[in-house]
């Protein structure tokens, strides 16, 4: 009888230790994909930062202006924040959000 509770016991650790290793791994996953997303978006911040001050001076010089061009993608960013906002306090964006989550969970399992 105690040679088949320490048979149990050791299957329960057994089971444990399976259950960490392979939460340990989709964790690792999860990480991995959120730092690519990270990098993906500091290199997009990059790009549209300088693409927003292209647009600007363009603009500058066809409005004869110093400034105005800064003042109209400047705009266009404060509508952009909005929209941005306003998709967030309506729930939407954490639709989208879990969503990706449990899409990519899915493709993992699969």
């Given at each position: 009888?105690?040679?088949?509770?320490?048979?149990?016991?050791?299957?329960?650790?057994?089971?444990?230790d399976q259950i960490k290793v392979e939460l340990i791994g989709k964790?690792?996953?999860?990480?991995?994909?959120?730092?690519?997303?990270?990098?993906?978006?500091?290199?997009?911040?990059?790009?549209?930062?300088?693409?927003?001050?292209?647009?600007?001076?363009?603009?500058?010089?066809?409005?004869?202006?110093?400034?105005?061009?800064?003042?109209?993608?400047s705009g266009f960013f404060f509508v952009t924040i909005l929209i941005?906002?306003?998709?967030?306090?309506?729930?939407?964006?954490?639709?989208?959000?879990?969503?990706?989550?449990?899409?990519?969970?899915k493709k993992e399992d699969a």
């Amino acid at each position: 009888m105690n040679i088949l509770i320490d048979k149990i016991i050791e299957f329960v650790k057994l089971k444990g230790d399976q259950i960490k290793v392979e939460l340990i791994g989709k964790l690792a996953k999860f990480l991995a994909y959120v730092m690519t997303l990270m990098v993906i978006f500091f290199l997009l911040l990059l790009f549209f930062f300088f693409l927003s001050m292209a647009i600007s001076e363009v603009l500058n010089h066809y409005l004869g202006s110093q400034y105005l061009g800064y003042f109209v993608v400047s705009g266009f960013f404060f509508v952009t924040i909005l929209i941005f906002v306003i998709l967030l306090r309506s729930g939407k964006m954490h639709q989208v959000f879990k969503e990706i989550i449990v899409d990519m969970n899915k493709k993992e399992d699969a």
